[in-house]
């Protein structure tokens, strides 16, 4: 589908240059000598270049349509993650990049959605929360639990997060995923 220079928004999936791109930040630039553009910056999702790009209103660009699909993550193998469709039961091996720091977070048999484009794997998307058991945690300090302070903890995955101080080792809670953040206590 065909779209205006000026009409990307950031998350956009366009082609660009033969390759696909998909869109981070967007600023409309109106100089006082000239005509207006949009200047994108975005990534490439096959091979992670980074490059920005200007676009005038009489560009137009063609959008993406990725096609997502349930998958179940199964194990890892050195660098490589398993998973399994849901609806054939095939397996497919994917590298561990292709999540970046979020791989930290699968779990056995997590429900995940692959993003495809020509029926090709290029993103693997998480759910946003996930539970966790607390293994490590600094003890509490008297006097600091009335302030607002967060102490250090290590989560079961070796990941390490910010936590209130009346959380012990041994406390399941619910973490953030892509910010690694203390979203709150497992009731």
Request: hydrophobic letters at 35%; glycine letters at 8%.
């Amino acid at each position: 589908m065909k779209i205006s220079g000026v009409d990307i928004r950031p998350g956009n999936i366009i082609e660009y240059e033969g390759g696909i791109w998909k869109v981070g930040k967007i600023q409309h630039t109106q100089p006082g000598k000239g005509g207006a553009y949009m200047q994108v910056e975005m990534k490439n999702l096959v091979d992670g270049r980074k490059t920005n790009v200007r676009y005038r209103s009489a560009d137009t660009v063609e959008k993406v349509h990725l096609d997502t699909k349930d998958f179940q993550f199964l194990y890892a193998e050195e660098q490589s993650l398993i998973f399994m469709d849901k609806d054939n039961y095939e397996q497919i091996t994917l590298p561990r990049d292709l999540l970046g720091d979020a791989a930290a977070f699968l779990t056995d048999g997590m429900d995940v959605t692959l993003e495809l484009y020509d029926e090709k794997p290029i993103s693997v998307a998480l759910p946003d929360q996930v539970e966790a058991t607390i293994v490590e945690a600094d003890a509490v300090v008297k006097g600091q639990t009335a302030s607002s302070s967060y102490k250090p903890a290590v989560l079961e995955n070796g990941v390490r997060v910010m936590v209130p101080p009346h959380i012990e080792s041994g406390t399941r809670i619910v973490v953030d995923v892509y910010d690694r953040t203390y979203v709150g206590k497992v009731s």
